[in-house]
T-cell receptor
């Protein structure tokens, strides 16, 4: 099946630093989504991308849908302690009607005050 | 808007018993809901797609007789782990799509931590 390769697996940064993570695939996707998951909670949607080349911001977060439709990145600027968590990318494959998402393995972010 | 409520948040049960987990869409109707399983430090694994008024669609390798799914209304799907064993201990998460939001209204519940002792 389709897979998303998410990197890095984990990051340890100082408060105030910028963060970048990405997902790549050998297959194309119609939609790219970025989620954040706190311990013991379900994922919360951060940014949704619908068109190749689309660049979208949500506060300090910026994400882009790769022009080839096979990759996406998420940037977090000026990180703060509450940014700690696991970030997942997810993609919606082009197969019609299934609505199933494919998830990356996650990037665990640690922010040191 | 687009709130998905999952209950219970935590449950401990004895081996051999069955456990029911509920997933409700509070402010929208969901003809399709999804059930995921997440092991510690791992990503979400789709178990099945719950379809309102019809049988659930299970992913390869997921035992349908073990994980019973019922989607009897447009706002409620239930996952029953039957004859639970310690290896069924995991974090179970549901999600639903709010088509009425126009764009991608894909919302997750807060998850259920199941511990089988």
């Amino acid at each position: 099946g389709q897979q998303l390769n998410q990197s890095p697996q984990s990051m340890f940064i100082q408060e105030g630093e910028d963060v970048s993570m990405n997902c790549t695939s050998s297959s194309i996707f119609n939609t790219w989504l970025w989620y954040k998951q706190d311990p013991g909670e379900g994922p919360v949607l951060l940014i949704a991308l619908y068109k190749a080349g689309e660049l979208t911001s949500n506060g300090r977060l910026t994400a882009q849908f790769g022009i080839t439709r096979k990759d996406s990145f998420l940037n977090i600027s000026a990180s703060i302690p509450s940014d700690v968590g696991i970030y997942f990318c997810a993609g919606e494959p082009p197969q019609g009607g299934s609505e199933k998402l494919v998830f990356g393995k996650g990037t665990k972010l640690t922010v040191n005050p | 808007g687009a709130v998905v409520s999952q209950h219970p948040s935590r449950v401990i049960c004895k081996s051999g018993t069955s456990v029911k987990i509920e997933c409700r869409s509070l402010d929208f109707q969901a003809t399709t809901m999804f059930w995921y399983r997440q092991f510690p430090k791992q990503s979400l694994m789709l178990m099945a797609t719950s379809n309102e008024g019809s049988k659930a669609t299970y992913e390869q390798g997921v035992e349908k007789d073990k994980f019973l799914i019922n989607h009897a209304s447009l706002t409620l799907s239930t996952l029953t782990v039957t004859s639970a064993h310690p290896e069924d201990s995991s974090f179970y998460i549901c999600s639903a799509r709010d088509r009425g939001r126009g764009r991608y209204g894909y919302t997750f519940g807060s998850g259920t931590r199941l511990t089988v002792v």
